[in-house]
């Protein structure tokens, strides 16, 4: 699917956020989100789209493979372009989207941080915008106007105390139900996949939004080959 939007990069940074996530949307991952989400007896809508960093620099440090945004049961899962245009990862890929597909599930307290994280990103550059409601030059500038005054209002109210062992406790439960969800091939796939990345000097965490790991990658592997042996 390709939908073509205006460059709002630079005009209306959130409207390319959303641009990004619908013009790259990607059918046959959002179809097994949703798969699992009815594999988890709830029902929602998910959207699964690719990104890049050139795209979409907000999140090459907050979202190295993989991150969801959004809350109960509705939100949206971008996916490195790396991993989901790659059909010899699928597998991987699989895993990947059942972990977050979790954690939107179950509402955990990560997917509030990654959207509170994101969304200050794109206030910090909005935020003039409010006082400019009056004199907005047009019907468009108005609406993006009053737009980012209801996100700023949204942010300003996001207050969250964030627990180590809470956030452990969520990731955990979000890989264990991945492989419920997935399988264990895939689960292992992906085990391996980060075997490979920390050989690289690559670790994946969620460290650039919580200020420490969210979980180590021993710890991931580990998790997985108990309920894979």
């Known amino acids: 699917m390709s939908v073509k939007f205006m460059n709002s990069n630079s005009e209306y940074p959130f409207l390319h956020l959303l641009s990004i996530i619908v013009s790259n949307y990607n059918e046959h991952y959002t179809q097994k989100a949703e798969e699992f989400l009815n594999k988890m007896g709830l029902s929602g809508y998910i959207i699964v789209s690719g990104y890049s960093p050139d795209e979409l620099p907000e999140l090459k440090e907050i979202c190295s493979l993989a991150c969801s945004i959004g809350a109960g049961r509705f939100g949206a899962i971008l996916v490195n372009k790396n991993l989901l245009e790659n059909s010899a990862l699928r597998e991987l890929t699989e895993f990947a989207i059942a972990h977050e597909v979790a954690h939107i599930a179950k509402s955990h307290i990560i997917v509030s ?51 180590k062992e809470t956030i452990k406790t969520q990731e955990l439960e979000a890989d264990t139900i991945a492989i419920q969800l997935a399988g264990c091939k895939s689960a292992i796939a992906f085990a391996k996949f ?23 990658i021993d710890e991931r592997i580990k998790n997985i080959c108990r309920h894979c042996p």
Not at 137 to 142: A, E, G, H, Q, S
Not at 149 to 157: D, K, L, Q, T
Not at 194 to 216: D, K, M, N, W, Y
Request: glycine residues 4%.
């Open 194 to 216: 980060l075997e490979a990345l920390r050989s690289q000097g690559i670790l994946v965490s969620h460290e650039a939004v919580l200020g420490f790991p969210a979980l180590t």
């Open 113 to 163: 941080l990654i959207t509170k994280r994101l969304f200050e990103t794109y206030y910090k550059r909005t935020k003039a915008r409010i006082e400019n409601i009056a004199k907005a030059r047009n019907l468009v500038d108005f609406v993006a106007n009053i737009f980012a005054a209801i996100i700023s209002a949204a942010i300003a109210g996001v207050l969250l105390n964030v627990d």
